[in-house]
């Protein structure tokens, strides 16, 4: 049977197929929807969001030790969280299957780096898979577990964004039963004190000999001899485009990535004029073909930064001097009408972004939806470096500079569990003088809403109970609380400056939904009464979508403002600010 799949959801049908018995992960684009998949489609696989991408692993690795085939996934920068287990996890080596998906997102469209995991393979001596396709992410995911289990390692699963949310025609099969295991003591393997790591290092040492005798022999790593003199050496998305622009060459198509196959690409590259490595961000194989003495080109041509396309590809085929033509596409990015990222009409956290904005204080901030608060008109953020560190990140701007010039932290409630709980921890332990927002919108926004901890629902559906914030920061030391609907901005403007003002850390909770999730807010929304607006542009400043520019204009020349009624939810905060009090909701606005 055939089915349209993205690559999302090909690797879970694939974690199907396969017989896993657990699936778990953290959202993070472009990840997100493998495991949404798979709570939704395949229910007979136990699926769950974890509060962190480490949690999530470690549930895995306790799910594999207890004889089951276990998934897990997340996007790239979470393998930074889960290193520390996967780094122990392949010296143990597994009991059930094990295969970890790393999302990767080259040009960065939703992420703080484009780094590339297949070197985390590489570190941490396990193999990696790279799909080029729908297909082929189920299938190299069902193959991850056989090679899982018969050589004793967890394996990678390296999609990327293109691959992830691209579709293609999937021959899908019945589900697997793999022979069922049972969880047996052996501490010598799954104890890693000095004395056992010192041995299961030599079993890694050793597997990585016997994965590279496989990787010489795979169907995920074929040649495809067209009687060309010219050869490409490719894999994942990069093979399509080098396909698309060059059928005509030889490809050795790389599929299994890590060892790789040398002596296969050793004869390939003997047998053309010139061999060229085509693939995205890193050097990865280039750097590994070079070491092992094998002339190829790769890098000089294509470039280490962003994501391939058809024509990049087609420039630095063309630069070798090995094309003629390079087709231009007919858009470019350069002809796109820019539409940089705002927050949505009504979130909850522009209102707190206002304030801060206003009190022009020094804010930390961290991973979500309200890292776009760094954006004009609002120009509210100062940091952003990983999922947690907004918190970290004041406490060490307010020791050295003294709480004098005001430190706030600001961080989302997902990202508050994920990891901002051991650093509002540090400053209760070191008395920082920092002030922390915990912007609680009650869903993991940025990715689609997902269930956390504190949402009261588990991926899978079934009602928990919600953890409480203000008892968890209580637990952890912290004096200073205070709640605050965010839509009232006098009120936040001043609970922001309490509890500045006050000793030791503080903490403020804003406490309003996402507008957009579970079900969009719409309340009743609000008008510019043309006439009382005198074109001072306040409004503009907050960076609402539904305010926008109108054909009037006042006596300087300044456009006045005009709402668009479709897209406010009436969350007040225009109104607040406007000093001519031109903006009104729409059954006021019929009655004046």
Sequence with gaps: ??????????????????GVKMAVGYPGTPSTEILETMAERHRSVYSQW???????FEVGIG????????????????LNVAADPLMTFAYTGVNGGFVVVSADDPEMHSSQNEQDNRIFARFANIPFLEPSDSQESKDMLVAAYEISERYDTPVMLRMTTRISHTMGIVEVIEPLHPQERKFVKNPEKYVMIPSNAKVRHVVVAQRLIDLAKYSEQTPFNYIESNGSKVGIITGGVAYQYAKEVAPQFDYYKIGFGYPLP?????????????TLVVEELEPVYEDQIKAAGIKVEGKKYFGALGELSPSRVAKGLKEAGLIDKVVVPEITQEDLFPRPPVLCPGCPHRGAFMALKKLGVAVTGDIGCYTLGVLKPLNALDTCICMGASIGNAIGMEKVQG?????????????????????????????SNVTVIILDNRATAMTGGQEHPGTGKTLMGQPVGRTDIHELVKALGVKNFEEVDAYDFEATLACVKRQMAAPGPSVILTSRPCVLMPKRIMDEPYQIDLELCNGCSACFRISCPA???????????????????TLCTGCTLCAQICPTEAILLKSQFAKA
Aim: no cysteine; aromatic share 4%.
């Design 1 to 18: 049977m055939k089915q349209l799949l993205s690559g999302n959801e090909a690797v879970a049908r694939g974690a199907y197929e396969a």
């Design 50 to 56: 974890s509060p962190n991408e480490k949690v999530a």
């Design 63 to 78: 799910a594999s030790i207890g004889g089951a085939r276990a998934l897990v996934t997340m996007k790239h920068v979470g």
């Design 262 to 274: 040398l002596e296969g690409i050793r004869q390939f590259v003997a047998a053309h004029d010139i």
């Design 403 to 431: 709480s004098a010039t005001g430190t706030v932290a600001v961080i989302g409630d997902s990202t508050f569990f994920h990891s901002g709980i051991t650093g509002l921890l540090d400053a209760v332990y070191n008395q």
């Design 547 to 565: 305010i926008a520019a109108s054909t009037e204009t006042n006596e300087r020349g300044h456009a006045k403002a005009i709402i668009d009624e």
